[in-house]
């Protein structure tokens, strides 16, 4: 895992290009057969990516989180970006398509990364922040049935912006689900 300090924001006016790039850039972002994960001090968030083409993927908390296994104090947002992959967390087997996106709660322990299909691989970009308290891990799909465990997007909480004119269309989904403390709201394009 990659560490950044954070940067003082009169430093960073005098920065050069290249200085931006070394400081802020996250390059390359997807490796076959590899989990890399930047932990940034700004907020103390890990964002990085999974890639398993021929292997599966293990997230291990690594020396810098001084902890026993990875979600031990923090929690973890993924979203599938490539073809159709599976997460088995401690021991539950999750399919996860292209587009879907996961939130894993804090004190998952064993967490692995599958690409069904080697010749088009998952690709998982990661986020993980510090947690307070244990939330239940939820697929979050933008469409199909919800199930246990399942949170479907709903069509009006679906929002195209941009233009291909300007290299820029999306279509943002936004899910907004509660539990019995908090509510939680995850973006994605």
Same mark, same amino acid.
């Given at each position: 895992?990659?560490?950044?300090?954070?940067?003082?924001?009169?430093?960073?006016?005098?920065?050069?290009?290249?200085?931006?790039?070394?400081?802020?850039?996250?390059?390359?972002?997807?490796?076959?057969?590899?989990i $890399?994960?930047?932990?940034?001090?700004?907020?103390?968030?890990?964002?990085?990516?999974?890639?398993?083409?021929?292997?599966?993927?293990?997230?291990?908390?690594?020396?810098?989180?001084?902890?026993?296994?990875?979600?031990?104090?923090?929690?973890?947002?993924?979203?599938?970006?490539?073809?159709?992959?599976r997460?088995?967390?401690d021991?539950?087997?999750?399919?996860?398509?292209?587009?879907?996106?996961?939130?894993?709660?804090?004190?998952?322990?064993?967490?692995?990364?599958?690409?069904?299909? !080697?010749?088009?691989?998952?690709?998982?970009?990661?986020?993980?922040?510090?947690?307070? !308290?244990?939330c239940?891990?939820?697929?979050? $799909?933008?469409?199909?049935?919800?199930?246990?465990?399942?949170?479907?997007?709903?069509?009006?909480?679906?929002?195209?912006?941009?233009?291909?004119?300007?290299?820029?269309?999306?279509?943002?989904?936004?899910?907004?689900?509660?539990?019995?403390?908090?509510?939680v709201?995850?973006?994605?394009?």
């Amino acid at each position: 895992m990659e560490v950044r300090t954070a940067a003082s924001p009169r430093d960073v006016k005098h920065y050069t290009t290249e200085r931006l790039r070394e400081e802020f850039l996250i390059t390359p972002v997807f490796c076959a057969d590899e989990i $890399k994960l930047v932990y940034s001090h700004i907020d103390r968030i890990i964002t990085g990516s999974a890639m398993p083409v021929e292997e599966r993927l293990v997230l291990t908390a690594g020396r810098e989180l001084r902890a026993e296994y990875f979600l031990q104090r923090r929690e973890l947002g993924v979203i599938n970006i490539g073809g159709p992959g599976r997460i088995v967390i401690d021991g539950r087997l999750w399919k996860v398509g292209s587009r879907d996106g996961m939130y894993i709660g804090m004190g998952a322990k064993d967490i692995v990364f599958e690409s069904e299909d !080697r010749d088009n691989p998952a690709k998982f970009y990661l986020n993980s922040a510090p947690a307070h !308290r244990s939330c239940p891990t939820k697929l979050i $799909k933008p469409e199909g049935e919800p199930e246990e465990g399942v949170v479907i997007v709903h069509p009006e909480n679906k929002v195209e912006l941009g233009s291909l004119e300007q290299s820029n269309h999306r279509t943002i989904c936004k899910s907004f689900f509660r539990d019995r403390w908090r509510a939680v709201s995850l973006r994605w394009v």
